[in-house]
């Protein structure tokens, strides 16, 4: 057993063991995060520090359990407690505010819910290669997402704020006039960035019938009700013809290799020759070694049978599905789970 030095340094191997602790013990910080993230503690907390029981009152937690909860998150590093018994803010709990340009808060609820409970069949996974997810509920995620609007909503929330469309869909060229077919296009963040001012530009939300009433009703708020066609389908089946330009942000990862390339065969069956498709997505690094896109990578895993792919990986399926890739840009800034995108055209 390891016991404290006289210079007040963890011996080696209790560093080590704090590490196996940290992941071991991570479902239940992941709870915290939810607990925090649903019962919204960070806006209870933008005016300034409280006291326990004066937040625990005002966000409708137990005192002593909210404490235990913050105090674990606290242990790595979300929220601050500058009193015994007072917490506060500090840069990673902002994250879990409703309003900010890059909350988490939305993404960490999806997480806890039955992301979560879908985990707990992980050697499933492992055993079979097999999502989790479909042996917990017995059924498919998205078909789960459509039988449960509630918890579609809640993806939809996590998933569809303006914010968070892609960074690099500033610098692809979308044209100025045509159709763009926007596949997966979830409440239409991503076509609403793309069309913007541009007027001769009209859009095509193509996602699941389950979407399909969210996304009217963004795509009403957004203004765009006269420019944008919301139309429900399956991408496994076919995609809507007549775009001059697609894409498909964040969705190939849903998919395991097969099902990516039965889509991006619908991609090709689709597109005129001469027109063109942007995958936005995510990429992992060749190597192995620290990446959060490797957490990720595990959730595609158990809730989907998705996966994320290296660069090499994506073009490789764009190429098979008969597609010519012309250009691949990535954000800049270094954020390692930023999407990049690969360009495409059918010849
Ligand atoms: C991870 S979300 C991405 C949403 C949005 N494109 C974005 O970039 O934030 C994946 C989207 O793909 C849609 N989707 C999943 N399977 C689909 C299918 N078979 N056909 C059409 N859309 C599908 C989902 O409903 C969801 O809106």
Not at 132 to 149: H, I, R, S
Not at 164 to 189: E, K, L, N, R, S
Request: glycine residues 12%.
């Amino acid at each position: 057993m390891s016991t404290p030095t006289k210079t007040g340094n963890p011996p080696a191997g209790l560093a080590d063991r704090g590490v196996v602790m940290r992941v071991m013990f991570g479902a239940w910080l992941q709870q915290a995060l939810y607990v925090a993230a649903k019962l919204d503690v960070a806006d209870a907390l933008a005016d300034g520090p409280r006291a326990a029981a004066d937040l625990a009152d005002a966000v409708g937690a137990d005192p002593t359990a909210l404490t235990r909860f913050l105090r674990g998150l606290g242990a790595v590093g979300v929220f601050d407690e500058p009193a015994p018994g007072v917490f506060a803010l500090n840069g990673p709990a902002e994250y879990l505010r409703s309003d900010t340009v890059d909350t988490h808060k939305y993404i960490a609820i999806l997480h806890g819910e039955e992301a979560y409970a879908a985990c707990a069949e992980a050697l499933h996974t492992a055993r079979t290669g097999k999502p989790a997810f479909d042996k917990v509920y017995g059924t498919t995620y998205f078909d789960y997402l459509a039988e449960n609007p509630g918890a579609r909503s809640t993806f939809d929330q996590a998933m569809g704020r303006e914010t968070a469309v892609p960074q690099v869909v500033a610098g692809c060229d979308f044209g100025d006039v045509g159709v763009v077919v926007d596949v997966g296009g979830g409440t239409g963040a991503l076509l609403a960035a793309v069309l913007g001012d541009r007027n001769g530009l009209r859009g095509v939300l193509f996602d699941l019938p389950a979407a399909v009433a969210a996304a009217t009703a963004n795509v009403a708020r957004l203004g765009l009700a006269d420019r944008v066609e919301v139309v429900g389908g399956d991408a496994f089946e076919a995609f809507p013809p007549g775009g001059d330009v697609y894409s498909i942000s964040r969705v190939l990862h849903d998919f395991d290799d097969e099902q990516v390339l039965t889509v991006l065969g619908n991609a090709h069956r689709a597109m005129r020759p001469g027109a063109r498709l942007f995958v936005f997505d995510a990429l992992l690094p060749d190597r192995p070694g620290f990446n959060p896109g490797r957490f990720a990578d595990l959730g595609m895993l158990m809730v989907l049978g998705g996966r994320y792919r290296t660069q090499a990986e994506l073009c490789g399926l764009v190429e098979r599905a008969g597609l010519r890739v012309v250009a691949v840009r990535h954000a800049e800034g270094g954020d390692p789970r930023a999407e990049s995108v690969i360009e495409a055209t059918r010849d």
